[in-house]
């Protein structure tokens, strides 16, 4: 029994560290990916919850920040999906956004809206990318899909993020 409590006690500390970690990054990019802040404290709640209750099957052959990304990325996935979401607007505006990681400065302000307004497998990578500073390979192992998609969208990203701000469509 004594076993099992410090075993407890261990994941349970390396919860708490991965919440003081990635806390904020997780909920900056489900608030962007649901559009509704309160949805996404709902999100990161339930992400670190998967976690806890999945810890025995990470594996270590990625980052803890990737784990937590594709889980969170896939709870807001499964919230997208739900009935009762498709029915709800969903529109945020850059002042409800959680507090960036590196505060935004005013000229990137009209770059954010811009970014919101990408279709989301766009945004998903572009906020991946830029946002939380992951690399295409984690951005691949996150969304499950292959490098060189990850590279192509992050391109057909930039193309499209070009056009907007050149016809100062952001807003």
């Known amino acids: 029994m004594e076993v099992v409590t410090n075993?407890?006690?261990i994941l349970e500390n390396r919860l708490i560290y991965l919440m003081e970690q990635y806390e904020k990054d997780l909920l900056r990019m489900c608030s962007v990916y649901l559009r509704d802040r309160s949805l996404a404290e709902d999100a990161v709640q339930e992400t670190f919850l998967k976690a806890y209750q999945s810890w025995d099957?990470?594996?270590?052959?990625c980052d803890a920040k990737t784990w937590l990304m594709r889980i969170a990325i896939n709870t807001c996935r499964d919230?997208?999906?739900s009935a009762?979401?498709?029915?709800?607007d969903r529109r945020i505006t850059p002042e409800e956004l959680p507090p960036a990681?590196?505060?935004i400065e005013e000229p990137h302000v009209e770059l954010t809206l811009a970014i919101m307004r990408l279709p989301l497998h766009?945004?998903?990578?572009?906020?991946?990318?830029y946002y939380q500073d992951m690399t295409?390979?984690?951005i691949a192992d996150t969304l499950n899909i292959a490098q060189s998609t990850v590279s192509t969208r992050l391109n057909r990203a930039r193309?499209?993020?070009?056009?907007?701000?050149?016809r100062g469509e952001s807003l």
């Open 7 to 9: 075993s407890d006690s």
């Open 57 to 61: 099957r990470f594996r270590n052959e």
């Open 79 to 81: 919230y997208r999906r």
């Open 84 to 88: 009762w979401f498709r029915h709800m």
């Open 101 to 103: 990681v590196v505060p």
């Open 122 to 129: 766009l945004k998903e990578v572009t906020i991946l990318h």
């Open 136 to 138: 295409t390979r984690e």
């Open 159 to 166: 193309t499209k993020l070009r056009t907007l701000l050149e």
